[in-house]
Structures are given as C-alpha cells and as structure tokens.
C-alpha cells in the first residue's frame, strides 16, 4: 500500500467558510478517485488531506492528482508510528532514494503538530541529518541550497517524505459557480477555461462550427481540447452549434470589414442564451486585450454590448508568450496548434474594423435579422459529455 499525502490550496484563508471549501474539495477527491479504484482509503485532517491505495494504482491515481485543482502540491509519504527510531528510520530511507536519484545535498524540514513527541523541530532537523549522512556518508546537509528536503510532520501519525509534485493550487472546482466558456480551436480558450476552474468555477463549453466550410477534424480537435481541460474542471459539457447559416446570412448581408464583429456579437448572443438555459452566471472566453483586430477595446465593447450576463476575460492582461507557456502546461498546446480552420477565421476580411462603434455595431446587427438562425442553431445542438 501506498499513502499520498495533499496539502490544499488557499482554503486556510477562507475564515468561516473554510469547512464548505474542505468539504468541497474532499468530495471533488473522492469522485475522481472512485474512477480508480473503490477500495481507495481516505483521512482528511486539518491542514492535509491522506489517499492511501495499492501500488498497481498509483499511475492513474497521481495522473489524476496532476489534474486536480484546489491542491498545492502532493508527495508519497512513508507512514510510520511517533516514536524517535521509528521516523529516524524513515529518514535513512528517504536519504536513500535522494542518493539513488543523484541527489547529495538535502536538508531536514521538521513539523511537529503533536507536541507531546519527545523531539523538537529542531531537535527532528539535527537527528534526522546525523541519521541519513551517518548511512549515506556521500549525502551531505546543506541548509541553503538543497537539491531536495526531506519532509518530517508529526501529526496523529509520524509522516516523513521527499521530492513531492507542485499542485495546481487554487479553489475546489465546484465553489464559485458555473460559466459558460466559448471554446474555439486555438490556444487561448482552454487556457482562460483552466484559470477561471482554478478560481473554483465549473465550466461547460459551447463551440460553433461551420461545416461543410470547417472541417470534421477541426470539430474532432475542439472535443479533444474540452476533455483535455475537462480532466482539470471535474469534467465538462461541451455544446456544439452549427452555424453555418448565422455565417452565411452575415457574409451575405453585413459590410466586408465589420464580418468579425458582427459573428462575434452572433455568437456572444447565442452563448449567453444557451448559458441563462443551463443557469450559468456568467460567459468565459480566451480574448486578450488588442492581441486580435476583434479584441481591441471598443470592439470588445461592441461584441459584448448585447449581454445583460458578465463576460469574464482572464487572459485580458496575458501576452501570448505567458499564454502558450500556460498551454502547455496544462496540455493543450500541441492540439491547440494543429492546422485545422475553425469558423472564427472563416470568411475573415483583410482589413477588418479596428475600432468599431457599439451604435453602428447594433445598426448593422439589427439589420441581419439574426434572432430565428440563432435560435435554429441552439434547438438542433450536439451535446458531448
């Protein structure tokens, strides 16, 4: 058997309302991990969260920890009783698996929750380092510039571990609501879905397309990225709509250069309609400020100049070089850039408007008598779970 110790994220700033964030999280842990294996053990505590489970589990159970959000870190832990020989061995075993990964400077950080344990901290710190360095005499302490630390916390039990993953940090997804998250085909939109889930949001999705005009990978590859952030967000629902005849009826009707803001302002409004159905609080998209033509800010007045719901942009402030870097990060990259067109750069003018204005933008809108394709395109969905 194998104990993961997990130190949550954030939940001790909460005050009054930390015991419903906890509660969150533990249930958010033990949904996904019941996908894994139903004899999985659990121990929740102040301050640290214990999985104990069979070895021949521990791939899928720490994929699932990589994913999980409301966490700032995880580690394998050796659980041992409290006594001083007890956790002194636990160190040398520790030191052990430093030596056998390269490692040869480390030092000893001691926590003692119980105080009734016949060692100080302090006291943990020396001992723990006399034990490994007197059996790995290769190992040596150094206090300012470890290459890893082993990790002593008594608690109801003695635990002692190494190494250890960074977390996701963040809320329990689930404690800030639901938002509805335009997803497109490109980079931004997984990424602005991950933060906003990282803030405790549940997402569901919506992506229009435009076939026969797009392509069936382009679709193929927008599924791939709702479940690649979805492992993040507890899952997702991710709505497709065709829009081919919203599309076609703008390129038909509304002046070349306003053909982007005017699908934007289509699609914002069928988004929100689709959001107020399913009872989400607010629209999410992946729009950074004036890194587009249609995301300067008196176009991104315009698009949103329809909506009574708030349109949260995390990444308004992100350039793309911090954009790609999250991307990657949580995984979405190399689907994110796969050559497929999406329907947003369908039918794209060269020279679009830059700065629109939100009178002209709804004269125009108006004239495209939009309303009965858009509410053909949300009655005919497809929906993926």
């Not at 997402?203 to 479940?227: C, G, R």
């Not at 829009?243 to 289509?266: G, N, S």
């Amino acid at each position: 058997m194998i104990t993961w110790l997990l130190k949550p994220s954030e939940l001790t700033l909460k005050g009054e309302n930390r015991k419903s964030f906890e509660g969150a999280l533990k249930s958010n842990i033990q949904r996904l991990l019941a996908k894994v294996d139903e004899k999985i053990k659990y121990k929740f505590t102040a301050g640290r969260y214990y999985i104990q489970a069979a070895e021949e589990k521990s791939k899928e159970i720490e994929n699932i920890l990589s994913h999980l959000i409301g966490i700032s870190g995880w580690a394998r832990t050796i659980t041992c009783e409290k006594t001083p020989d007890a956790v002194l061995a636990a160190c040398v075993e520790e030191g052990k698996k430093l030596y056998n990964n390269g490692v040869r400077a480390f030092k000893i950080d001691a926590r003692r929750t119980d105080k009734s344990f016949p060692l100080t901290s302090y006291e943990l710190c020396c001992e723990g380092g006399n034990a490994v360095t007197n059996a790995f005499c290769e190992l040596e302490v150094d206090i300012h510039k470890p290459q890893d630390i082993i990790r002593i916390e008594i608690r109801e039990k003695a635990f002692v571990y190494s190494g250890g993953e960074k977390g996701n940090g963040g809320l329990p997804v689930g404690t800030a609501g639901r938002g509805m998250l335009l997803l497109s085909g490109g980079i931004d939109s997984p990424v602005a879905g991950f933060l906003m889930a990282s803030r405790g949001m549940s997402i569901d999705a919506i992506h229009f397309h435009a076939y026969p005009y797009t392509s069936l990978e382009a679709k193929q590859k927008v599924i791939e990225l709702s479940k690649l952030t979805g492992a993040y967000c507890m899952g997702i629902h991710l709505y497709i709509l065709n829009f081919t005849k919203v599309q076609l009826r703008i390129k038909e009707r509304a002046p070349y250069p306003w053909t982007t803001i005017l699908l934007r302002m289509a699609m914002m409004e069928a988004a929100e309609k689709a959001a107020k159905k399913i009872k989400c609080k607010c629209l999410i998209t992946g729009e950074s400020l004036s890194q587009v033509a249609s995301q300067t800010i008196e176009n991104l007045t315009c698009t949103q100049s329809r909506l009574t719901l708030p349109v949260l942009r995390p990444l308004i402030g992100f350039n793309k070089e911090e954009i790609i870097k999250k991307a990657r990060q949580i995984g979405t990259f190399e689907t994110s850039i796969q050559p497929y067109q999406d329907c947003c750069t369908l039918f794209s003018p060269p020279h679009p408007v830059l700065h629109g204005d939100v009178n002209e933008a709804n004269d125009l809108y108006e004239k495209l008598e939009l309303p009965e394709l858009i509410d053909e395109a949300l009655s005919d969905y497809e929906l993926i779970k």
